[in-house]
C-alpha cells in the first residue's frame, strides 16, 4: 500500500490529531505502543477507500470509540506508506546537510528556505504535524 499526498490525506492525518488531542495528550507511550494491525488496517482502509469518493472521504470520521494506539499506529502507518516523504525525496539531502551546519542563524535561515522549496501539501503537513507534536 503506498499513498498519495493529497487532500484526503491531510484530512486524515487532521482527524487523526484532533481524536488524540481530545483524548489522549496526558497518556504516556501515546505513539509508542502499537495498535492491533487489523484494526489499525481497518481504520486506514476506511478512510481511503477507492470505492469512495473525494468528498465521502473527506466525510468519513475517525471513530471516537477506536483505541487511542491504533489511532496513533493507523496515522504512523499512513505516514510510512507515503509514496514521498513529506520532506521529499529530492531535498531530503539538503534538509540533511542544513541540520549540520554549526552556525544557528544560519542553520535557521537554511532550514527556512528549504522549507519554502516544498510542495504546498508537504508544508502543509508538516506543519500540522510540528503543530501537534509541539
Avoid: W
Avoid at 30 to 56: E, I
Avoid at 73 to 83: G, V
Amino acid at each position: 500500500m503506498q499513498n498519495e499526498l493529497d487532500d484526503s490525506g491531510i484530512d486524515f492525518v487532521k482527524k487523526c490529531i484532533q481524536v488524540i488531542e481530545r483524548r489522549g495528550l496526558d497518556e504516556q507511550g501515546l505513539y509508542r505502543v502499537v495498535g492491533m494491525q487489523s484494526k489499525v488496517n481497518s481504520v486506514v482502509a476506511g478512510h481511503f477507500d477507492a470505492h469512495k469518493t473525494v468528498a465521502q472521504r473527506l466525510a468519513t470520521p475517525v471513530e471516537e470509540d477506536i483505541e487511542l494506539k491504533t489511532i496513533c499506529s493507523a496515522l504512523k502507518l499512513y505516514l510510512r506508506t507515503l509514496k514521498e516523504p513529506v520532506f521529499t525525496f529530492k531535498l531530503h539531502n539538503r534538509f540533511i546537510e542544513a541540520a549540520m551546519i554549526d552556525d544557528k542563524a544560519d542553520r535557521i535561515r537554511t532550514l527556512h528556505s528549504l522549507l519554502k522549496e516544498l510542495p504546498k501539501q508537504n508544508h502543509e503537513l508538516l506543519y500540522i504535524l510540528m503543530s501537534h507534536l509541539h
